[in-house]
């Protein structure tokens, strides 16, 4: 079962900007973690960005200074805002969010995200 429902992927030119979104299919109270993580082909998946249910950010060194993370508690909505793309940030983005309680981990079902040179 789909439980998160990511948009705003595309392709862009290098240089160019997108903004990630993922919101949950219902209200959830215990959101814990949520964060996204992107898979290019032929490579492994790598975490992207995270941001505590209090708000600390953490982030993969490629993407620092260039990527924003953020979250709107109410809506249960995680975002993802990417500029100065680069064609070595092409790949599917995966939006997670882990569960406080149980650990369990949710994945949305992927965005592609193509950066032209």
């Known amino acids: 079962q789909v439980q998160l429902v990511e948009s705003g992927g595309g392709l862009v030119q290098a240089g160019g900007s997108l903004r990630l979104s993922c919101a949950t299919r219902?209200?959830?109270?215990?959101?814990?973690?949520m964060g996204w993580y992107r898979q290019a082909p032929g490579k492994q998946r790598e975490l992207v960005a995270d941001?505590?249910?209090?708000?600390?950010?953490n982030y993969v060194d490629s993407v620092k200074g260039r990527f924003t993370i953020s979250r709107d508690n109410p809506t249960n909505t995680v975002y993802l805002q990417m500029s100065s793309l680069k064609s070595e940030d092409t790949a599917i983005y995966y939006c997670?969010?882990?569960?406080?309680?149980?650990?369990?981990?949710?994945w949305g079902q992927g965005t592609q995200v193509t950066v032209s040179s």
């Open positions: 997670y969010r882990k569960d406080p309680i149980t650990s369990q981990t949710f």
């Open positions: 219902k209200v959830i109270y215990r959101i814990g973690t």
């Open positions: 941001i505590s249910s209090g708000g600390r950010t």
